[in-house]
């Protein structure tokens, strides 16, 4: 399994970003996909997951403002960041499991297939 992120960059407060996760070699029909992130010295923090069945869940912190989805024909999984803040910037990382969890979970341990990440700088 590879996941690639991409669209990461450098934003404004207050801006948005798109990233992409696109994924290869990930056949499974049961899945659930999440975006993480991290800031040096922190833990990794998972912040929005989607099943294959298209269930959701956000961190507070990114509710209203970040939207998690997928698009199943081009294998990529998709986070929406609009309205972001310095408190934002991080490097974020996509993860898979090959498992449709109920409830959809943010943990870390769930989550085996990791992708290389991409930094998501914002700047006041």
């Known amino acids: 399994v590879q996941l690639v992120e991409s669209g990461g960059g450098s934003v404004q407060s207050g801006g948005s970003l798109r990233l992409s996760c696109a994924a290869s070699?990930?056949?499974?029909?049961?899945?659930?996909l999440a975006w993480f992130r991290q800031t040096p010295g922190k833990e990794r923090e998972g912040i929005a997951a989607?099943?294959?069945?298209?269930?959701?869940t956000y961190v507070d912190s990114v509710k209203g403002r970040f939207t998690i989805s997928q698009d199943k024909l081009k294998s990529t999984m998709y986070l929406q960041m609009n309205d972001l803040q310095l408190e934002d910037t991080a490097m974020y990382y996509c993860?898979?499991?090959?498992?449709?969890?109920?409830?959809?979970?943010?943990?870390?341990?769930?989550?085996?297939?990791w992708g290389q990440g991409t930094q998501v700088t914002v700047s006041a």
């Open positions: 070699d990930f056949t499974s029909r049961h899945y659930s």
């Open positions: 989607i099943n294959s069945d298209g269930t959701t």
């Open positions: 993860a898979a499991a090959g498992i449709t969890y109920y409830p959809l979970s943010l943990g870390r341990r769930f989550f085996p297939y």
